[in-house]
């Protein structure tokens, strides 16, 4: 541990497993607070549990713009402040052709990718008062197409662009907006997918640089970074 973080508040999407429990795991050994913020309520008290006096559990629905309200507040009532926030809460379904893709698919993952990611920036700035560090998980998929992805590789690019948009506007506010751009890690969502995608991310894998599945530690120094 470094303390890194030392003195600093941190809410956390997504944060009950995979990646964002990765986060908020790190994150508290370099020294922050954090507020653990999932759907996944067992999952998310044992992540709290786990992590000691420096996590506190709140069930967060990105999507709903008055659960970031309550959200917000309970960080701020149990640790005073919000220094920063991650983004890290999404979702994605199986490649499918998109004459294929249903509407109400499309509907949810704009909601979860997209809007619950502008919903958390406008929910933490007023308590930001400080300055402050917004970190959004974006995608590789938030920088180039891919085929049988419309909806969540347009999410990604929409957050993408969010994030660049939200920099410049807050910046002159003492708050920094950055994105993250992981490939495919190894998470629940990954573990969960039919045997025939799992067979088609490892023809993937193995032609990039570093021919394997990236882990979830590995984007948590990345966002360690931004913080």
Request: include cysteine.
């Amino acid at each position: 541990m470094t303390d890194r973080l030392a003195g600093k508040v941190a809410l956390v999407t997504g944060a009950a497993r995979g990646q964002g429990e990765a986060i908020a795991e790190l994150f508290v050994r370099e020294g922050a607070r954090v507020l653990v913020t999932d759907v996944l309520e067992d999952e998310g008290r044992a992540v709290v549990a786990r992590l000691g006096d420096a996590a506190r559990w709140a069930r967060l629905d990105v999507a709903d713009a008055d659960q970031w309200t309550a959200a917000v507040q309970a960080c701020t009532d149990a640790f005073g402040r919000l220094d920063i926030l991650v983004n890290n809460a999404g979702i994605g379904i199986p490649p499918v052709r998109i004459e294929q893709e249903l509407p109400e698919n499309h509907r949810r993952i704009l909601d979860i990718n997209l809007t619950g990611v502008w919903n958390g920036i406008r929910a933490v700035i007023p308590a930001m008062t400080d300055g402050g560090s917004i970190v959004n998980t974006s995608s590789i998929d938030g920088l180039v197409g891919t085929a049988g992805m419309a909806s969540y590789t347009s999410s990604k690019y929409a957050v993408t662009g969010l994030t660049k948009t939200t920099a410049l506007e807050l910046g002159r506010r003492g708050i920094r907006v950055n994105s993250v751009h992981p490939g495919v890690i190894d998470s629940p969502m990954v573990k969960q997918a039919p045997e025939h995608i799992k067979k088609r991310l490892d023809r993937l894998m193995a032609h990039q640089p570093i021919p394997r599945v990236g882990q979830p530690e590995e984007i948590a120094y990345a966002v360690l970074f931004f913080a």
